[in-house]
């Protein structure tokens, strides 16, 4: 398994955005990543509906489209918690300690981030 901090150390190996525009660039490209993992869902939704290939060979296919979409949505946020001086890890540990607050209130259900 992954270290998420060592996930972002590595993967930010790879960032070329241009100067000074680091913050927009990178949540502009976890918007569009986001919307391309979307459409990859919505594509499987119709392929269920029209496919004639065999449903095993369908499900790995899909599972394999998620995953590389998923990847780069991933990237992204690394490059956006980079940007605010985050690091990923503590990002995802506030998320589940977020999480399992709202849990133990009995407030998952429910709208808004004030819950």
Do not use: C, F
């Amino acid at each position: 398994m992954i270290d998420m901090n060592n996930y972002q150390t590595e993967a930010l190996k790879t960032a070329v955005y241009p100067e000074g525009q680091g913050k927009l660039y990178t949540v502009l490209g976890l918007a569009n990543e986001a919307g391309e993992v979307a459409g990859v869902i919505k594509k499987i939704i119709r392929q269920d509906t029209v496919s004639t290939l065999s449903e095993e060979y369908n499900n790995k296919m899909n599972q394999e489209k998620i995953k590389a979409e998923l990847g780069d949505v991933l990237w992204y946020l690394a490059a956006v918690a980079k940007e605010y001086n985050l690091k990923l890890s503590d990002v995802a540990q506030y998320n589940l300690d977020k999480l399992r607050d709202r849990a133990e209130r009995g407030v998952l259900k429910g709208s808004g981030d004030n819950r």
